[in-house]
């Protein structure tokens, strides 16, 4: 079993920054893929970014690239989402999910992923 605990979110204009963090907790994370999805009204969840728990590889969505970064801090059970240059479009609610073993696209479906948080609001106002 593994909990997942999101915080960070808020309001903020764009061209602003938050950091969301994803506190992991449970049994052994060893082969496990960490990610944020976003879900914002009447869409579908949609990958963010991800980060294998063991290797620290990653992967972004192509509506994030250079301007999220995702990473880990094993020492603290916790995984981060630093979100910068922020856009109206980025509004949604953040959800951190975790999946154990994934390859292609498995890793960006969210179907596919066996734990979620809570989810974390972000607004980001024009």
């Known amino acids: 079993q593994v909990q997942l605990a999101e915080s960070g979110g808020g309001l903020v204009q764009a061209g602003g920054s938050l950091r969301l963090s994803c506190v992991v907790s449970?049994?052994?994370?060893?082969?496990?893929?960490m990610a944020w999805f976003r879900q914002a009204p009447g869409k579908e969840r949609e990958f963010v970014s991800g980060i294998s728990w063991s290797g620290g590889a990653t992967r972004d969505a192509d509506s994030v690239k250079g301007r999220f970064t995702i990473s880990r801090d094993i020492s603290k059970n916790t995984v981060y989402l630093q979100m910068n240059s922020l856009k109206p479009e980025d509004t949604a609610v953040y959800y951190c999910g975790a999946k154990k073993f994934c390859s292609g696209t498995g890793c960006v479906d969210y179907t596919k992923y066996e734990y979620w948080g809570q989810g974390t609001q972000v607004t980001v106002s024009s």
């Open positions: 449970g049994s052994s994370f060893s082969g496990y893929v």
